[in-house]
């Protein structure tokens, strides 16, 4: 475990941060992670409800972690999409599967963050503070 892991033990100024994933125990999993280290959760099913409920809270929103693999829009899709509407989020792709280049072009520019499955909460925790650029 990093410093940094060891130091974080919650997540600082209440954020507000949405968590996309089409597995509900993945995402049921991660919001209560989220809220028992101090954030605010809003979990999404998949691309469509992500960008919905990101549009309707787009000023509030800290933070987004996206599946990579969900039905109709991936993550990579469903990253341009909310970048349209908010061009500065920062975004950390979670996958268990291998980045597609796109994803890992996008990682590589320091554009979005990863986070590998399956994850513990010091992974979380952890990944919030190194990607989140306030």
Do not use: Q, W
Not at 20 to 32: F, G, N, P, T
């Amino acid at each position: 475990m990093s410093d940094e892991a060891n130091a974080l033990t919650e997540l600082p100024g209440n954020p507000l941060i949405l968590y996309i994933d089409d597995e509900a125990l993945l995402r049921e999993v991660a919001s209560m992670m989220i809220e028992d280290y101090g954030g605010r959760c809003i979990a999404a099913v998949d691309g469509n409800d992500a960008i919905e409920k990101f549009a309707e809270h787009a000023d509030e929103i800290d933070f987004v972690y996206v599946d990579y693999s969900m039905p109709e829009l991936n993550g990579y899709e469903t990253i341009v999409e909310l970048r349209k509407i908010r061009a500065d989020v920062p975004i950390c792709v979670v996958s268990g599967l291998d980045i597609t280049p796109e994803v890992e072009e996008l990682h590589r520019k320091g554009e979005v963050g990863f986070l590998s499955k399956p994850f513990r909460e010091v992974d979380l925790l952890s990944s919030y503070s190194r990607y989140c650029r306030k």
